[in-house]
């Protein structure tokens, strides 16, 4: 029996739908733009079908990635609006719930939200967040990390959201965790490889997405058409969709992630020490498995490759500021992880 999904409440779509990619194609089978502009590509299908004609056939192909395209770019602006004009609704339930770190409150939330968002005619479906991280970064991109005037509503919410934020940095006792750092005993992928390259060429072949777009874009380029527009844009097209749809690796260090590797550097202080970093890389390989993370153990090759992600990730703060941290509530612990690792 089919789920319907319009008058189903109180989920989220990582509970109902496979994956990302298949949440993003229902929100666009569902935008009206996208159903008129699909009308008229496939009627220009049918006339290039009648008519022989390889030229609209190619117009239709480039005109159907574009308006994939165009409606990625208008649905972040959609989410740019909806928070704008409903900041006040927005705080309320970050005060009301407290969610914090926890992914669990922020389920809560975004799962209210679509609710409500849909009823009122905010969103074209019921399925706005596609969970309670996506719903944490937009508000973290549009509210938290916003230089627009904010109301006193949504300052209170931003003031409780860094409170929950210290509890849980204070909430984490160093001397336990330590020792979980120092007795981890998972092996680290150089053990386990020949090389850094050959660990990365295993992990990418493995990844069913990465060769999917492999296909997609050797298929692209059979000489069946003499459009260089078709050419380029089917390519280039998927691609840009796969990178906007897929987890990307510095996706999984999400707030709580983020609060346990700043956690460990203060606690060990590796400074250049390679035995602690790589005790370090491999208690973060196992905590981001067993959390859901990342997908396997083997985030960091080793202790050098976990000590530049954290000096180089633009995510975090380097010694210089060149490139302001992603995140911002955690200024201060990266500041204080950083001097753990100075010499």
């Known amino acids: 029996m089919a789920v319907d999904i319009e008058n189903k409440k109180g989920s989220i779509p990582e509970h109902d739908f496979r994956n990302r990619l298949t949440w993003t194609l229902y929100n666009l089978s569902?935008?009206?733009?996208?159903?008129?502009w699909l009308c008229c590509t496939s009627l220009l299908g049918l006339l290039g079908l009648i008519g022989g004609s390889h030229k609209v056939l190619e117009t239709m192909w480039n005109a159907s990635i574009q308006g994939v395209g165009l409606?990625?770019?208008?649905?972040?602006?959609?989410?740019?609006?909806?928070?704008?004009?409903?900041?006040?609704?927005?705080?309320?339930?970050?005060?009301?719930?407290?969610?914090?770190?926890?992914?669990?409150?922020?389920?809560?939330?975004?799962?209210?939200t679509n609710d409500s968002f849909f009823e009122e005619g905010t969103w074209h479906t019921p399925y706005c967040w596609y969970?309670?991280?996506?719903?944490?970064?937009?508000?973290?991109?549009?509210?938290?990390?916003?230089?627009?005037?904010?109301?006193?509503?949504?300052?209170?919410?931003?003031s409780t959201y860094l409170q929950s934020i210290d509890a849980a940095w204070n909430g984490a006792h160093g001397e336990e965790l330590k020792k979980l750092i120092v007795n981890s005993g998972l092996p680290l992928p150089k053990e386990?490889?020949?090389?850094?390259?050959?660990?990365?060429?295993?992990?990418w072949i493995k990844d069913t997405e990465n060769l999917g777009m492999?296909?997609?874009?050797?298929?692209?380029?059979?000489p069946y058409t003499y459009s260089w527009?078709?050419?380029?844009?089917?390519?280039?097209?998927?691609?840009?969709?796969f990178m906007s749809s897929r987890d990307k690796k510095r996706d999984a260090f999400e707030i709580q992630a983020g609060l346990t590797f700043l956690k460990a550097i203060v606690c060990c202080r590796p400074k250049s020490d390679p035995d602690i970093w790589d005790s370090i890389a491999s208690y973060m390989n196992q905590y981001l498995f067993e959390t859901?993370?990342?997908?396997?153990?083997?985030?960091?090759f080793d202790g050098k490759d976990c000590a530049k992600f954290f000096k180089g990730a633009r995510f975090f703060i380097t010694k210089l500021d060149v490139f302001a941290t992603e995140f911002v509530e955690l200024k201060k612990y990266i500041e204080e992880a950083l001097e753990a690792t100075e010499s």
């Not at 386990?192 to 992990?203: E, I, M």
């Not at 859901?292 to 960091?300: A, D, I, L, P, Q």
């Open 30 to 36: 569902k935008f009206r733009f996208f159903q008129a």
């Open 214 to 222: 492999f296909f997609l874009f050797t298929i692209s380029l059979m």
């Open 71 to 112: 409606y990625l770019g208008l649905m972040g602006m959609k989410y740019r609006e909806i928070i704008s004009k409903n900041i006040e609704t927005f705080s309320c339930e970050l005060i009301t719930e407290d969610p914090g770190v926890d992914d669990t409150k922020w389920d809560l939330i975004a799962s209210r």
């Open 192 to 203: 386990n490889y020949l090389s850094k390259c050959t660990w990365r060429a295993r992990y």
């Open 292 to 300: 859901g993370y990342w997908r396997t153990n083997e985030y960091f």
């Open 229 to 241: 527009m078709l050419y380029s844009a089917i390519p280039i097209g998927f691609f840009c969709f």
């Open 131 to 158: 969970n309670g991280v996506h719903c944490r970064q937009v508000f973290r991109a549009r509210v938290l990390k916003s230089a627009e005037k904010r109301s006193l509503s949504a300052d209170q919410a931003i």
